[in-house]
């Protein structure tokens, strides 16, 4: 690890302000001091977000669920509100890496990090979230911009990300083993708008799946998941599983989550 100056700030206009040039913000370190370690990453100081305490926390806005940056997966797993409000998102978070791992790794940085195999990915864009930040809010769709790459400026800090509510959801992964990131996973969501399926781990960045969009709108049941045959063309391929594996997994999460959605609702 190269050396680098600490500096722990406790608000997000001190925060912003810190963040100039080679710094970058630092939240549970799950991914940034891995790749520190490493030397993968060589920032000049780090600016701790943890003191921050607006950046905390669960909030209910009637129609949507606004979570917090800071808020660690473990939180948000045994979080009341999204337990009801939002039980595939509380069992993303759950399923989330180790104990460890969620008591330390947060929202904002899992998004930030934009990992091509991270699981909140699927959950933002298949429910159509926003993502607050200290300057604008960003919509999902146009959030994940490639590998490990986002629409985030230099400086610019995720504040909180505003789930809607939808009918069903629920997401599926197929684990790596050894890390439990998403060799395949798959968030499906039933909205007022028609069904949205999003996918992780499966390309370089998280993506929507219109054939099976298109399939679960038309009938939204497990079966009708299974059915859908995706190309393997533009998958991912690497010591894991190889793109024809990935793009088959694919229907088969989907199959898993729709038949999770469907149990939870008593349809
Ligand atoms: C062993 C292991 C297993 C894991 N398994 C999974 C898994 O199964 N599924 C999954 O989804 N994830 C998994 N993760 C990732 C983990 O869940 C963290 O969410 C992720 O590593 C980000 O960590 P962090 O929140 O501590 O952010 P950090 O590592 O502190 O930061 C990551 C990046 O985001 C930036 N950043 C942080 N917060 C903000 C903010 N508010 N605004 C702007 N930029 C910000 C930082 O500057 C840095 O560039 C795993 C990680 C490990 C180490």
Redesign the pocket.
């Known amino acids: 690890m190269y050396p680098f100056a600490y500096q722990r700030v406790s608000s997000a206009q001190e925060a912003t302000a810190a963040c100039q040039g080679e710094a970058?913000?630092?939240?549970?370190?799950?991914?940034?001091?891995?790749a520190m370690k490493l030397r993968l990453s060589a920032p000049e100081r780090l600016i701790d977000?943890g003191a921050i305490e607006g950046?905390q926390g669960v909030r209910d806005e009637g129609d949507a669920l606004v979570i917090a940056?800071?808020t660690r997966?473990a939180e948000v797993a045994a979080s009341p509100l999204v337990q009801d409000a939002l039980p595939a998102l509380a069992e993303l978070a759950a399923?989330?890496?180790?104990p460890m791992?969620r008591q330390?790794?947060?929202l904002?940085?899992?998004l930030?990090?934009a990992?091509p195999?991270?699981?909140?990915p699927s959950a933002v864009l298949a429910l159509n979230a926003q993502i607050q930040t200290d300057r604008r809010t960003v919509e999902a769709s146009s959030f994940f911009t490639g590998l490990y790459q986002t629409a985030?400026e230099p400086g610019?800090?995720?504040m909180a990300v505003r789930f809607p509510k939808v009918r069903k959801a629920a997401y599926a992964k197929l684990?790596q083993p050894a890390?439990?990131?998403?060799l395949v996973g798959v968030f499906v969501a039933q909205t007022a708008q028609g069904v949205r399926v999003a996918v992780t781990g499966a390309k370089a960045s998280v993506f929507r799946e219109p054939t099976l969009e298109a399939a679960l709108s038309r009938e939204f049941s497990a079966a009708a998941a299974k059915a859908v045959k995706l190309s393997p063309d533009g998958y991912a391929q690497d010591l894991h599983a190889s793109s024809a594996y990935r793009a088959a997994m694919v229907s088969v999460m989907a199959a898993k989550a729709v038949a999770v959605a469907q149990a939870r609702s008593g349809s």
Do not use: P, W
Not at 179 to 182: E, G, H, K, N, P
């Open positions: 970058r913000y630092l939240a549970g370190g799950q991914s940034l001091v891995q977000l950046l940056a800071m997966h399923g989330i890496g180790d791992v330390m790794g947060t904002g940085g899992s930030a990090n990992d195999a991270a699981c909140y985030l610019e800090l995720v684990k890390s439990r990131f998403a």
